[in-house]
């Protein structure tokens, strides 16, 4: 059986810095991609970076250059390095990863203080 295991939220100032990590428990065929989403109180969830299987990163435009993602191929874990945080960051964060089928985490809380 899989399992995410989301570690490294918390609390921040603005200005901030935190740092997420996904492990993945258990074993995934042809992993595509590995990524994260988030999801703030009232809101649905919504994508928020993505490394691919080449390495390629992509990112949704209010975190680009502020959020960096990794992966460590070595021990399957994604990173997600968050800096200058803002309030509107606030959210849930949700580990993914697109193999044969898709797999998430449990979410860990990111909030941001003004």
């Known amino acids: 059986q899989v399992q995410l295991v989301e570690s490294g939220g918390g609390l921040v100032q603005a200005g901030g810095s935190l740092r997420l990590s996904c492990a993945v428990a258990?074993?995934?065929?042809?992993?595509?991609?590995m990524g994260w989403y988030r999801q703030a109180p009232g809101k649905q969830r919504e994508w928020v970076a993505t490394?691919?299987?080449?390495?390629?990163?992509y990112y949704t435009d209010s975190v680009q250059g502020r959020f960096t993602i990794s992966r460590d191929y070595a021990k399957n874990t994604v990173s997600l390095q968050m800096n200058s945080l803002k309030p509107e960051d606030t959210a849930v964060y949700y580990c993914?990863?697109?193999?044969?089928?898709?797999?998430w985490g449990q979410g860990t809380q990111v909030t941001v203080s003004s």
């Open positions: 993914h990863v697109r193999g044969q089928y898709d797999y």
């Open positions: 258990g074993s995934i065929e042809s992993i595509n991609a």
């Open positions: 490394i691919t299987s080449g390495r390629t990163t």
